[in-house]
């Protein structure tokens, strides 16, 4: 799978079956070479007029699976993503 394919799926948490969006970016360990996060971008505030919210970073970690349209997460609250200022 190509890092690319990523951002073509919908980022779903299991646990509450809420779409949190797509990727738009990962985080990488330099050392390692492997990926330890997904970036989702914020909620858009006022239909897009008013920009979007904060993004958030899911820690691999939290990805339990990755099927051809969906990425499947387990998170127990919005309060486990951590916010990543642009």
Do not use: C, Q
Request: net charge neutral; hydrophobic share 40%; aromatic share 2%.
């Amino acid at each position: 799978m190509r890092t690319s394919d990523l951002g073509t799926r919908d980022v779903v948490n299991i646990l509450d079956g809420r779409r949190l969006g797509t990727v738009s970016d990962i985080e990488i360990d330099m050392e390692s070479g492997r990926i330890t996060a997904v970036v989702v971008p914020g909620a858009a505030r006022l239909l897009g007029v008013l920009g979007r919210g904060d993004d958030y970073v899911i820690p691999w970690d939290r990805i339990k699976k990755i099927g051809p349209d969906v990425i499947l997460v387990e998170l127990a609250s919005t309060l486990e993503l951590r916010a990543r200022s642009r």
